[in-house]
């Protein structure tokens, strides 16, 4: 071999380990990008990794409590509800937020003992996202909690759809035999006021009370006057009010007249505008409502720690006079339906999930005029099976051009009001239109209702 055959040989044995480096520097690159577990362990170096499989949904953490071994453990994250979550294992690592419908990876060594877990994303764990790894020699690795997958047979899916219906038909009184419910159809009742020299004096307290969301399933509810939504306040145009809070929770709270025309002083947004109420103290809020020009649809809730109070029930509707209809309409029923989808209550409407929902009966060629109110932290689109409803109202003030629509969508803090009118006999159902909130494979499920034209 000549000098120059050589000389090109050390030339291509130095770019050839160049070349390697380069690789190597770019699988590093790789391996770190790959790497989700925000501060947990890379690769398990020869020992077990256990695997656990989580499901994030809007609100909850499945499963809740996760029990393992000491030492590298791998969360297969997906997220199978409608909102951006993600997963953190407190004090060790977390994902990113991981969108609807994608997954996730994380992995961690952990020690003996006891770690938190949520997601982070604001709003969310005070909401439900909570739950805790549990680490003990010999515990075995949770494993459920993976997308959901149904193993019915066909006939069992059909059995149990046409269970769930009559379960809801029977909470009605619609079928025999009754089904009874605690405390059921307690809500939305208007609360009577007393006159005290020429001012309305509306009572409320806020307290923790069993609530029974569904037949057999009971939560803790934060609620005004003992129910979810809260009593109904009407007042009218000129009024003279006040509103007496005692709050009787384990927390501080206050009351935001959420759409009303108030004074500054009187909107509930502590601690700018009062104080916070204290367990066992009681607060006034008292002004005149404006003559005019004031929202007819209004409502109330929490203001303090408001994404765990509101959607554990502090919510309540509140009427200023009556909503003006266009010309050639009237309302022979008038509906309030209060949409829910986290905290305690969870997906529900008027604090109820179905089959425990309330159901409507009206006669055919008679209207019904529904005020929509979004208590909860996300969109919902609501859809009623029978021709379009005339949309006449948002945030309780006329539309100078009212609207046909079969599907509306209500935003959080959003009010719309819409006017059915019933033609055809028949049982039509009444549902928000994001699927999993109304359907399961077992049949309807959460925020499902129907309306009964006889």
């Not at 609100?59 to 453990?73: E, N």
């Not at 009681?282 to 929202?295: H, K």
């Not at 200023?320 to 989808?341: F, I």
Request: proline residues 6%; hydrophobic residues 35%.
């Amino acid at each position: 071999m000549g000098q120059k055959d050589r000389t090109a040989l050390s030339v291509l044995s130095a770019a050839i380990a160049v070349f390697a480096l380069v690789i190597a520097g770019i699988a590093v690159a790789v391996s770190n990008s790959n790497d989700t577990s925000g501060g947990g362990g890379g690769g398990d170096g020869g020992a077990t990794v256990q695997t656990v499989e989580v499901n994030l949904s809007e609100f909850a953490i499945t499963p809740k409590d996760i029990v393992v071994s000491p030492g590298k453990v791998r969360f297969n994250v997906h997220n199978t509800g409608n909102l951006e979550h993600n997963f953190e294992v407190k004090g060790v690592g977390a994902t990113a937020n991981i969108k609807n419908g994608e997954s996730a990876v994380l992995e961690v060594e952990l020690k003996a003992g006891s770690y938190d877990i949520l997601c982070n994303v604001p709003g969310h764990a005070g909401s439900g996202m909570t739950g805790t790894i549990t680490v003990s020699e010999g515990g075995t690795a949770t494993t459920t909690g993976g997308t959901t997958q149904t193993t019915m047979s066909n006939d069992e899916m059909d059995a149990a759809m046409d269970n769930v219906i009559k379960t809801f038909l029977r909470v009605n009184g619609l079928a025999e035999p009754k089904i009874e419910m605690k405390d059921w159809g307690k809500e939305n009742q208007d609360l009577q006021p007393r006159i005290e020299n020429g001012v309305k004096v509306f009572d409320l307290e806020a307290k923790i009370v069993d609530w029974e969301i569904e037949p057999g399933k009971t939560v803790k509810a934060w609620t005004y006057n003992g129910t979810v939504p809260g009593p109904v306040i009407r007042v009218n145009p000129g009024d003279k009010l006040k509103i007496n809070l005692k709050n009787s929770l384990p927390e501080s709270t206050s009351l935001h007249p959420h759409g009303c025309a108030v004074p500054n002083k009187q909107d509930g947004f502590d601690p700018v505008t009062q104080e916070p109420i204290k367990p066992g103290e009681t607060y006034s809020y008292e002004w005149t409502v404006p003559a005019e020009g004031t929202p007819s649809v209004c409502m109330y809730h929490s203001h303090h720690d408001a994404q765990v109070q509101v959607p554990n029930g502090l919510v309540g509707a509140m009427y200023v006079g009556e909503l003006k209809l266009p010309e050639g309409k009237k309302a022979d029923h008038e509906v309030t339906m209060v949409l829910n989808d986290a905290g305690t209550i969870g997906l529900s409407l008027n604090g109820r999930s179905f089959p425990g929902t309330t159901g409507y009966v009206v006669k055919k060629g008679e209207s019904m005029l529904v005020h929509y109110y979004n208590e909860g932290l996300q969109i919902h689109p609501m859809h009623l099976h029978q021709p379009h409803g005339l949309v006449v109202a948002k945030d309780g003030v006329p539309l100078p051009q009212p609207f046909l629509s079969d599907t509306i969508s209500v935003a959080p803090g959003e009010r719309w009001s819409v006017l059915y009118e019933f033609t055809e006999p028949g049982v039509w159902a009444w549902h928000c239109h994001i699927l999993t909130h109304a359907e399961t494979p077992q049949g309807f499920k959460w925020m499902v209702t129907a309306v009964v034209v006889q």
